[in-house]
């Protein structure tokens, strides 16, 4: 990034009087935002911090015990803090730091961060947030928040995906004015530290913070695979879609973006994961477009004949029940519906520590034989071969298979 572009950015220090009135803290109230996250003791982050905005505040919380670093590239932004504390009790708590266009440039280690309405000012916004990240002790909370005006959903959504690669789980989605807002938190081991077994259980079905770090992993290596298999369906309009095994819910866009009129049902039997998933998808639930719902899928308590389709990706290794589950998905779908599975093949997983416990793996031959078995009429199997990341961060060699079949009623 260059200075110059960088600099085109920033709200310049002469109209900083826009950023910190009495007007703006009626509406952004820096108490109200953020008195559930700071606690006395705190190291706390204002990166961005402009004219203080915030970081007054923040100061008067922390109440004499802990620090608040107020980060700016304007020197200009910085004075005007420098004014706000001189001769009082905060000059002990708040400390100013010039950081350059290339770096926030804070070496101490700290619990919360705030970015508030800057993230977006970046131009190399991957560099700035693992810089970010890298600054939170475990457990640790970052506060986003970006302007509706200026950052849209997706590109927000960007920005959450980028943390979560460094291992962060999304806490909560709080309501700013005129703003998206999400705090993460910091989890205290990353993913090649979880032992196999757990791992394995964890895939299955995500629990707690953990969970939630490792289904940021699986998005990572299930991406190939959701863009394979449904590239090869096609979805009517106001069809009835069934998403069974949805996990944070981060692939639910795609559906949507091949069709925007069908009326997709997500299903997963995680609740961390149903929580995360109505919040990453609200904008498709207001318009009535997506349902999230939490329950196992072998009983299911939608009405026979229900779902045009039923969509699964990288689920069946962990059908416990198989006739059951494939029985219960029978039930639901109408008459010549289609059931389509995404799934990688024994043969790719099999050597994985955390496939040993706890996956049911199979050869395309016995999927195929299975899906039979239990009444469904296969219609074609496709297969791609491609290089992917996998859950531990590793590169391998992969093979993406998707199976498209039929639920046929035959005539007595």
């Known amino acids: 990034m260059t200075n110059t572009n960088q600099q085109n950015h920033l709200c310049p220090a002469w109209g900083a009087v826009g950023l910190d009135n009495t007007f703006r803290k009626r509406l952004q109230n820096p108490q109200k935002i953020l008195n559930p996250y700071i606690k006395t003791g705190m190291t706390v982050l204002d990166v961005g911090c402009g004219p203080g905005f915030f970081t007054i505040e923040i ?4 109440n004499g015990s802990g620090k608040v670093l107020a980060a700016d590239v304007q020197e200009a932004m910085l004075d005007k803090i420098r004014k706000k504390i001189e001769g009082t009790d905060l000059e002990q708590t708040v400390h100013l730091h010039k950081s350059d266009f290339e770096s926030i440039d804070v070496v101490e280690k700290v619990d919360f961060v705030l970015a508030f309405w800057m993230v977006h000012e970046v131009r190399n916004q991957k560099k700035f947030l693992n810089e970010l990240t890298s600054l939170l002790n475990p457990n640790g909370l970052i506060f986003i928040i970006e302007p509706k005006g200026h950052v849209s959903k997706k590109q927000f959504n960007t920005e959450i995906d980028l943390i979560k690669e460094n291992g962060f789980a999304v806490v909560k989605s709080p309501k700013v004015f005129f703003s998206r807002a999400v705090v993460l938190t910091k989890l205290s081991h990353s993913i090649n530290e979880i032992n196999p077994t757990e791992l394995g259980r964890q895939l299955k079905k995500p629990t707690g913070k953990t969970g939630l770090m490792v289904a940021g992993n699986m998005n990572i290596a299930n991406e190939q695979i959701y863009d394979f298999v449904l590239s090869q369906i096609n979805m009517n309009d106001h069809s009835k ?4 095994g949805c996990g944070n819910g981060k692939f639910i866009p795609k559906f949507f973006s091949l069709n925007s009129n069908i009326q997709l049902t997500a299903l997963d039997y995680s609740d961390v994961m149903c929580s995360e998933a109505k919040t990453l998808n609200k904008a498709f639930i207001d318009t009535n477009q997506l349902v999230v719902q939490c329950e196992d899928a072998v009983e299911m308590s939608f009405p026979d004949d229900f779902f045009d389709m039923v969509v699964t990706i990288n689920t069946v290794y962990f059908w416990e029940q198989k006739e ?3 029985n219960e998905i029978m039930r639901v779908l109408k008459n010549d519906g289609l059931f389509v599975i995404g799934y990688r093949p024994k043969s790719v997983m099999k050597d994985f520590p955390s496939t040993q416990e706890v996956f049911n ?8 034989s299975l899906i039979k078995q239990n009444g469904f009429e296969i219609i074609r199997e496709t297969r791609q071969s ?5 859950v531990d961060g590793s590169q391998i060699q992969s093979i993406d298979i998707c199976l498209v079949v039929r639920k046929t009623i035959k005539e007595n």
């Open 59 to 62: 100061a008067k919380m922390l």
């Open 241 to 244: 879609i069934l998403e069974i």
């Open 324 to 326: 059951k589950q494939l």
């Open 361 to 368: 793996l199979y050869e395309p031959e016995d999927m195929q």
């Open 386 to 390: 491609t290089r992917r990341t996998a």
